[in-house]
């Protein structure tokens, strides 16, 4: 079993719509959750992270983990032309940090 | 605003050739980390440094080392380059005891190995 496992797409939806982006993991011992943006041909950028289970909320965006399913999202409402990007999920505990390995997301004009 | 800088966008290397990747900060982190990054494979730690002369293993170390003379600058050598090198490198940097939840990347490396 992978240790992290994101569905690379590409996903495309409207402009406006709700985005959800997922991932699921097998080691119950991570312990903060993170989402990253890269634009083509840029490095990361960190959109949020969180520690343990809950939500998050950043402006239009919404971080949720559920450690019991081992599940983490990423909610994008009114999704923009400006939010297309690959996100990377990640997770880390102590001094190991994984990450998923991307979701190309198009938003269409 | 935090500030990674990476010394080259691309860079072509021939095998064998000794290849530094540089890396500088400008934020004071304690943290800085080199990645790798291939199509398929996300993402992956190859060293990081908790402080100055410090280093730890990622991952994926073999045919890389590192160097960290000053607090701000994080340095990645492929001693002998191989075609198989060829990705992106990141480079990030955090502040902060472990601080692998709030890391803030370069804008990447692309090493091209002939």
């Known amino acids: 079993q992978k240790e992290v496992e994101q569905d690379p797409g590409p996903l495309s939806v409207p402009e406006g719509a709700i985005v959800s982006l997922n991932c699921t993991y097998s080691?119950?011992?991570?312990?903060?959750f993170m989402w990253y943006r890269q634009y083509s041909r840029k490095g990361p950028e960190l959109l949020m992270y969180?520690?343990?289970?809950g939500n998050k909320e950043d402006g239009r965006f919404t971080a949720q983990v559920d450690k019991s399913s081992k599940y983490i999202s990423l909610f994008i409402r009114d999704s923009q032309p400006s939010d297309s990007a690959t996100y990377l999920c990640?997770?880390?505990?102590?001094?190991?940090?994984?990450f998923g390995k991307g979701t190309r997301l198009h938003i269409l004009p | 605003d935090v500030k990674v800088t990476q010394s080259s966008r691309y860079l072509v290397k021939r095998t064998g050739e000794k290849v530094f990747l540089e890396c500088v900060q400008d934020?004071?982190?304690?943290?800085m980390f080199w990645y790798r990054q291939d199509p398929g494979l996300g993402l992956r730690l190859i060293y990081f440094?908790?402080?100055?002369?410090?280093?730890e293993k990622g991952d994926i170390p073999e045919g890389y080392s590192v160097s960290r003379e000053k607090k701000e600058r994080f340095s990645l050598i492929l001693e002998s380059a191989s075609t198989n090198q060829t990705s992106m490198y990141l480079c990030?940097?955090?502040?902060?005891?472990?601080?692998?939840?709030?890391?803030?990347f370069g804008p990447g490396t692309r090493l091209l190995v002939l």
């Open positions: 990030a940097s955090s502040i902060g005891s472990g601080g692998l939840e709030t890391q803030y």
């Open positions: 080691n119950s011992a991570f312990q903060y």
């Open positions: 969180t520690y343990s289970s």
């Open positions: 990640a997770m880390c505990r102590d001094d190991k940090i994984i």
């Open positions: 934020m004071d982190h304690e943290n």
């Open positions: 440094s908790y402080d100055v002369k410090m280093k």
